[in-house]
């Protein structure tokens, strides 16, 4: 045991660039998804009946022509769901499995039908003969404001200092207002839920769902038994992006009610243009205010409302405009605001989750105020926004009255500034625009500083599980999910780290409610920072007991051991690991431990509008190049430089990509993903021939990445690192900030574009005409 030397360093450890785990099965096709799995003999197939009205009473429904069709075992509709029917996440019971008695939105499953095959339930449930009374309906946020509808859940206000009084001594003011378009979520693999019926209550179901312990509730709430009968499984999903947080749970239901009442598997998974009609997307939002401020560009005061399209139910409106007011001061210091959301009821699909989680809705608000002041005085935008930067005592407390403690943006914005050239790339874009008549460019450099932490302080707790067996392999299983992001392998190779071994020796097993429970979701971008620290909390139990036995068995003090790579140090002894776990457990050490984590500091009184809901803030910029066709609205992105924190990353080669397709999917919301519903509430951009989603073509022609490699958290978060899912998003705010530049170029800069979002070419040449009209006096 002593001639052995111990590995200059284990492989796979943490700040490594690791492959995701199931990359090589990605690409091959090999990873194995809830479509995938081989189906037991006679599993049913369910598939949903959708309202075909906005908002109507139900006065009949005939399914005499749906049960007669070949092959269908039966019609599921409210009065077969044995416990509640209702999957409200806000506990609101606004939000039924099944509608009864009245539609509030166009596609709102009614019924499900059972059949043998996936295809006779789809055909047979087009099969159905209802009758209708229609009633007036709301599409948009604002109609629905004229029409007085509620709103769905208690609105949020922020204030701090005297607005009024800022407003008033303010040397300049202006107003304006923004539409802020919604989005899909458009996963590669929809939703999807395959149940297994069990012995008395129980029931096995594999979802794809962010949130495993909230479907465990909801199945057990619709069926009517205790959470203890359900098992949810999710090995990984073909992306979530938050629109698996709530909305999977539908679908569970689904699927389990039939499989109890059945007795056999049943499957269920919707059509594209179903599951986009059926299922939320991004709150698209209504942004009104009013500012205050000097000759400087400096910020006197703010005062705005934003109103968010929620739909018929509250879902998660309410954290989601919360979370838009906490991000509308984005890197900015505002000494008098008022901030206030309109969560407004519609008659459409209730709204919900999506990466940012409204963060990204008030950041664009932000950022249109900042560029509203450098057109009214004639300056680069990015100088008014180096003026209202966050700064030292007295210019560092947010609107929710939280101190931002760890602020690096301006040396961000400063490290960008220069590597990107910005400077002498303006100045050749304002030359270029005097030189061509057609053409025009725009350049814009836009910060961003986010949040992290669930606002709803119960969600920031995670547990994990961690077996080590005698044969020196590692078993560890948590409550996150994998959705492509790479969690399994961050959380593995904390575990390596802590052990000390290489990473092939640690397997993560799929998400299981059977093993670690009452799980948050994975969402808000804590899944490395919560499910890391769980896990490496259950391996330092062990260890530590790993530790004691040693001591004991091989008469050194404790402090005499040590994890090495590969190898335990025990006094002058060199041990192999999987010798000395041998060992141990023929000492009889236990080798398993349930880790648990909470994030500490945080704490938020919503009715007061103020705490510290963020545990700390993750920092980022982009400068993008954009060049538009004055005579189409068409344009292309040039060029893209990126500047992000991630603290001291876990896997830089899984951050990196996190920033790249956050960008990319960030640049799709603001620029081509329309949602478009015609008067009748139907949802029309349904599909990929109707809704464009960014190709590999659209991405920036030069795309330059990097990582701010000398950040390094200040906070004790997992290895120091920084959440990455979401705050990459809203550096894409740099294109639409840039095709504005671009329009403004038409009327000599003098006015402000106001360009709504998404920037469609339609939008574009609109705006380019009517400041080609404003500057000619038409």
Sequence with gaps: MNSIQPMARIKGGVHEQQPHESGHKHVSGSAEYIDDMPEPADTLHAYLGLSQRAHADILSIDFEAVRACAGVIGVLTADD???????SPAGKHDDPVFAVGKVEFHGQPMFA?????????????AKVKVEYRDLDHAIDVLDAEKAGYPLVIDPLKLERGDIAEGLAKATNRLSGEMRIGGQDHFYLEGHIAFAMPGEDDEVTVYSSTQHPSETQHMVGHVLGVPANAVTVNVRRMGGGFGGKETQANLFAAVAAVAAKKYKRAVKIRP???????????????????????DDDGRIAAVDATFSARCGFSADLSGPVTDRALFHADNCYFYPNVRLRSRPLKTNTVSNTAFRGFGGPQGMVGGERMIEDIAYALGKDPLEIRKANFYGGTGRNVTPYHQTVEDNIIPQIVAELEASSDYAARREAVLAFNRGSRIIKCGIALTPVKFGISFTKTEYN????????????????????TEMGQGLYTKVAQVVADEFQVD?????????????????????????????GMAAANAAQQIKARLVDFAAEHYAV?????????????????LIPFADFIRTAYGARVQL?????????KIHWNRAEGRGRPFYYFAYGASVSEV?????????????????HDVGKSLNPALDLGQVEGAFVQGMGWLTTEELWWDAKGRLRTHAPSTYKIPLASDRPRQFNVELATWSVNREETIRRSKAVGEPPFMLAISVLEAISMAVASVAGYRIAPRLDAPATPERVLMAVERLRAARSGK
């Design 503 to 531: 990473l092939d020796r640690v397997k993560v097993t799929a998400t299981t409610t059977a093993k670690v429970p009452n799980t948050s979701a994975t969402a808000a971008s804590s899944g490395s920072d919560l499910n």
């Design 113 to 125: 039908v059972i059949a043998e095959t996936r295809q006779i339930a789809r055909n047979a449930a």
């Design 81 to 87: 769901i044995p416990g509640h029917n209702d999957v």
């Design 627 to 643: 060049s538009i066709d004055t005579l189409t609205g068409e344009y292309q992105v040039d060029r893209t430089d990126i500047l």
């Design 592 to 600: 398993s431990a349930a880790g648990f984590y909470k994030t500490p």
């Design 461 to 480: 707790q995670a547990g994990a599980l961690v077996h080590v067996y005698s044969d020196g392999s590692i078993h560890l299983n948590h409550g996150g």
């Design 271 to 293: 059509d594209r243009d179903d599951d986009m009609v059926a299922t939320g997307k991004r709150h698209d939002f209504h942004v009104a205010y009013e500012l205050g401020f």
């Design 557 to 573: 003090a404790r402090n005499e051991v040590f994890f090495e790579p590969n190898t335990v140090r025990v006094g002058n002894r």
